[in-house]
């Protein structure tokens, strides 16, 4: 479903070529580009810092969404908006006050997303909605590509789409999309999905038109 927009995460790309790897993927369609910021204390993996994300920004086209899966979160919101993030969502189990980092993140002048993990419910965020751009609804437990859909999201997806109603804001959803799952979000509601081991598996820079064909599969 093409209204659907594909935010592959490069957490699945080969990490000694990323300028090759975006530049494959948005040559193939890619709508937006996440970057999955782990900081191995919120999560338990570690990876990009603002440098990082300051040397991938160059090649990215479309529209770099930042994923900050750290706590704390706020005095790095300046550093990932400064290295080029486009949006930059921040998770609400990260900190006690996440009205005030929606706030510094607006005042960077970038897009603002709020993340719910597996065990959040929908309700946690109502009160934020209006600082958002986007909600970011997990369907796995945050830190490494590859794993299960947790199928609770599917209906958490749907409980969002009523609670925000006729607002403009994004529903993105992250972890174990595949052909077989992304249908189930899309029709509960969810409008830009992110995708890591389902875009980049069996393909290379060198076989871009594999990345291709998993997108659209999806
Ligand atoms: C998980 C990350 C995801 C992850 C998705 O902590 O936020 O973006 O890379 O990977 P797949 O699509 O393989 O589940
Ligand atoms: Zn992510």
């Not at 990932?80 to 980092?101: F, K, L, N, S």
């Amino acid at each position: 479903d093409r209204s659907i927009k594909i935010a592959p995460s490069i957490l699945s790309a080969d990490f000694a070529n990323f300028g090759a790897e975006i530049r494959a993927i948005e040559a193939q369609g890619a709508d937006w580009v996440h970057v999955d910021v782990m900081d191995g204390h919120f999560v338990p993996n570690l990876t990009f810092g603002p440098p990082a994300v300051k040397a991938f920004r160059p090649h990215v086209k479309t529209f770099m969404d930042v994923h900050l899966m750290i706590a704390p979160v706020d005095p790095y919101i300046e550093a990932y908006a400064e290295a080029g993030a486009d949006m930059i969502t921040a998770h609400v189990e990260a900190g006690p006050h996440i009205h005030r980092t929606l706030q510094a993140i607006k005042a960077q002048g970038v897009k603002a997303g709020v993340v719910l993990n597996p065990g959040t419910p929908a309700e946690a965020v109502a009160d934020v909605l209006d600082l958002c751009d986007m909600v970011l609804i997990m369907t796995v437990n945050p830190g490494f590509g590859g794993q299960k859909f947790i199928h609770s999201g599917v209906e958490k997806t749907r409980k969002m789409r009523q609670m925000i109603g006729d607002r403009p804001i994004h529903i993105q959803i992250d972890g174990g999309i595949t052909p077989e799952t992304a249908p189930l979000v899309a029709e509960a509601g969810a409008d830009v999905l992110v995708a890591g081991s389902a875009v980049f598996k069996g393909g290379s820079v060198d076989t871009p038109e594999v990345y291709g064909a998993n997108m659209r599969a999806i």
